[in-house]
């Protein structure tokens, strides 16, 4: 998170700069360098709060856990009596995932393209988002893309995405999709996705998927 705030602060830093220099030209700019400074100060602010949350995250001290409860989930294939079946059910639904999330990326990129930006496949960076979207004006925007199969009632976010929405709350888009038959739909957007941070400890967490679309707009 650091790094990548760090990159951004700078990215922004230089944006003024260059503006600066336009303006003082007699150039018109579509951004002026005041904003561009602005943002700059702003994402600034919030690295050093976010430094401040973690420096006390690291003074808490947990109580000695008590134990009311336990359950052992198992995938259905671990269950089949035939390894070679257990085996099959497991890289078939594998496949099944990778196919379906591979879809909707291609859409959203597609999607993208479409709308004038420069998309590129950052996923497999783990940084929080799937696709870093550039406009003519070298503005990005950060889209995490969520294929799901028609019916699916959940999506599951991580705790590195859901931080990256709040950080970024200007420039996220969640983008969810769904796929029937390894066709995907047109994406929908949703900008905002996240009011809070995940609880302390928390890798993931699951969302309704009908209160989310209730948000959701046209890509734009």
């Known amino acids: ?15 003024a700069q260059d503006l600066k220099a336009q303006e003082r030209a007699g150039k018109k700019t579509r951004l002026s360098s005041g904003n561009a400074e602005a943002r700059a100060n ?10 401040a949350e973690v ?17 052992l989930v198992v995938p259905k294939g671990l269950l089949l009596p035939e390894r070679a079946g257990r085996q099959a059910t497991v890289t078939q639904f594998a496949e099944d995932t990778a196919a379906v999330e591979r879809a909707a990326m291609d859409a ?14 950052v996923s497999a960076e783990r940084c929080g988002y799937d696709i ?7 503005n990005l925007r950060f889209i995490e893309v969520k294929g799901r199969v028609e019916g699916a009632d959940t999506v599951t976010v991580t705790r590195n ?8 709350p ?36 699951t969302y309704k ?10 890509p734009g």
């Open 1 to 15: 998170m650091t790094a990548r705030l760090k990159k951004e602060i700078n990215y922004w830093d230089h944006r």
């Open 161 to 168: 995405e859901i931080l990256t929405a709040l950080n970024q």
């Open 209 to 218: 998927l009908a209160e989310l679309l209730a948000r959701a707009e046209p």
């Open 108 to 121: 959203v990129m597609q999607t993208e393209r479409q709308l004038g930006f420069q998309p590129r496949d």
């Open 170 to 205: 200007d420039a996220f888009i969640l983008a969810v999709v769904e796929v029937r038959n390894g066709s995907a739909s047109t994406p929908r957007y949703v900008r905002r996705p996240f009011q809070r941070e995940p609880d302390f400890g928390a890798t993931s967490v």
């Open 42 to 51: 702003d994402l600034a602010d919030r690295l050093q709060r976010r430094l």
């Open 55 to 71: 420096s006390k995250e690291r003074d808490i001290s947990a109580l000695p856990p008590v134990i009311r409860g336990g359950a």
């Open 132 to 138: 870093e979207s550039r406009d003519g004006d070298g």
